[in-house]
């Protein structure tokens, strides 16, 4: 069984470009978590999806970040325009039917902003 | 607000030594208890959790945690180091567990090398 994946792993712009990074859960999770580690700093949620609904945003930064799931599959999340404090690894998770249960990890992608 | 701390930021041991990380949580009621590795180019992997009962909990890779809610810790141990434990450890709470949305509150993370 395929695991999250997160595309790209690597992303480098320049502050006020636009970018896009998408996630694709484990098949069948109804659940999508995305978090962020800034670096030397904590990992910190941003939001969750419960299918293609957002059960919880409360974490996101601020209106430039835009997360979509459409169809309750892969999910996005878009940063516009970015800025030099987004610079971080966006960390990707899904979980199987009732929220509690297990969250499992993508490999993150490592977002520099410029 | 709930926290997590994790007051080493980087610990370095000897192949076949012992470890202990240090995790300590702040918050009203016993919540639900985490630990998390990340190796190089990984994603996060859940070691152990800790829900309620036994607090001594046993993990994968030969790791457990023990819950002590008098000094709100939740610190993980090994009793002998594999060099493929080096890696990145992360203790986490949740404290809305069960509930609607189940966010994680992590620490800051303790980077663990090990030494021939």
């Known amino acids: 069984e395929a695991g999250v994946t997160q595309f790209p792993s690597h992303s480098v712009i320049e502050k006020g470009q636009t970018v896009t990074l998408r996630c694709d859960p484990i098949?069948?999770?109804?659940?999508l978590y995305w978090y962020r580690r800034v670096m030397g700093k904590e990992i910190k949620f941003l939001l969750h999806?419960?299918?293609?609904?957002?059960?919880?945003e409360s974490g996101m930064p601020n209106n430039r970040f835009l997360a979509e799931r459409t169809g309750g599959t892969y999910s996005t999340l878009k940063v516009q325009p970015a800025e030099l404090e987004d610079s971080g690894v966006y960390f990707c998770?899904?979980?199987?039917?009732?929220?509690?249960?297990?969250?499992?990890f993508g490999p993150g992608t490592r977002l520099t902003v410029l | 607000a709930q926290s997590v701390t994790q007051p080493d930021i980087h610990i370095t041991v000897s192949e076949g030594a012992s470890l202990e990380l240090r995790c300590n949580y702040s918050?009203?009621?016993?919540?639900?208890l985490f630990w998390y590795v990340q190796s190089p180019g990984q994603g996060l992997q859940l070691l152990l959790k800790?829900?309620?009962?036994?607090?001594l909990v046993q993990g994968i890779k030969g790791f457990e945690a023990e819950f002590k809610r008098s000094q709100s810790s939740f610190n993980l141990r090994k009793p002998s180091v594999h060099w493929s434990d080096a890696a990145e450890y992360f203790c986490?709470?949740?404290?809305?567990?069960?509930?609607?949305?189940?966010?994680?509150?992590f620490g800051t993370g303790t980077l663990l090398a090990v030494q021939p």
């Open positions: 998770a899904s979980s199987q039917g009732l929220s509690y249960n297990e969250q499992f």
């Open positions: 098949s069948g999770h109804d659940n």
């Open positions: 999806f419960v299918k293609e609904s957002k059960q919880d």
């Open positions: 918050y009203g009621a016993t919540p639900y």
């Open positions: 800790y829900f309620s009962g036994d607090t």
């Open positions: 986490a709470v949740a404290p809305n567990y069960g509930g609607a949305t189940n966010k994680l509150i």
